[in-house]
């Protein structure tokens, strides 16, 4: 069982907020053409963590509530994005967002959906919608099929304390959630990352040990492994695809 969702990032902030990556521009692009997004829109980004996903919506324009219930990650948002006036930093969380009723045009949850309580997410995202509101959930996953990336993820799985609960993509989640047809996009992503970089990632993720336990140094040490047999120039890629899923819960279940 997945336990203390609300605070299981508190002590991975300052990892999270430098060395997790942010979406393709693309992704504004997409949205604008088939979903009607513009300079106008009023998102609800829900999970917002560190404010990574605020900041594309923000730059086009739009007013934008970071629904986020962890205090730490909350507190880094307000501070990076305090140069836009439109955004509006909530405690609250998916499930009771406290936006009114139909007030928003877009709900996005990227790299968060998977936290969520389904059935009282859906019925909060349709009561702050707008008619003819849409729902967006965002991931960046690593690819297949590359071997650094296949070795990472062995390696997540050998030392990760829940990494095998934590399941992002679930496609019977999204049906119970969308309730009937949705669409679907995949783009391109990629990150860089020397072995301060390589690490700062691993250590933004909620999943592994802590520095206490006994296996936090041989997982370094097979971090730095996995870095030297595959570094190029003094950097190994994280290449990744972006996944987006959008539709209407218009639709009762």
């Given at each position: ?8 990032f508190s ?40 404010g990574i ?137 990629v990150q ?62």
């Amino acid at each position: 069982m997945i336990t203390n969702q609300t605070s299981r990032f508190s002590d991975k902030v300052a990892y999270y907020a430098k060395y997790r990556p942010s979406y393709p521009i693309e992704l504004i692009s997409l949205l604008e053409k088939e979903g009607g997004l513009n300079a106008h829109s009023v998102v609800a980004d829900v999970g917002s963590g560190t404010g990574i996903s605020s900041e594309p919506f923000l730059k086009l324009g739009c007013k934008v509530f970071g629904i986020e219930p962890n205090d730490n990650m909350r507190e880094v948002a307000e501070s990076s994005l305090k140069a836009y006036p439109n955004f509006h930093s909530v405690k609250a969380t998916a499930e009771a967002t406290t936006l009114n009723a139909a007030s928003v045009d877009f709900v996005v949850a990227a790299q968060a959906f998977h936290w969520f309580e389904v059935a009282a997410t859906r019925k909060e995202f349709q009561r702050i919608l707008k008619p003819n509101g849409m729902a967006i959930l965002v991931w960046n996953e690593r690819k297949v099929g590359i071997p650094f990336l296949d070795d990472y993820e062995r390696f997540l799985q050998r030392f990760g304390t829940d990494y095998k609960e934590i399941k992002h993509i679930d496609p019977p989640k999204f049906k119970a959630f969308f309730g009937g047809e949705y669409e679907t996009r995949r783009l391109d992503s990629v990150q860089e990352f020397d072995f301060d970089g390589l690490k700062g990632r691993l250590l933004s993720s909620s999943y592994i040990p802590k520095e206490t336990d006994d296996a936090f140094a041989p997982m370094l040490a097979e971090l730095q492994r996995l870095f030297e047999l595959y570094e190029q120039n003094g950097k190994v890629k994280f290449e990744m695809d972006t996944l987006i899923f959008w539709g209407s819960l218009a639709t009762e279940v």
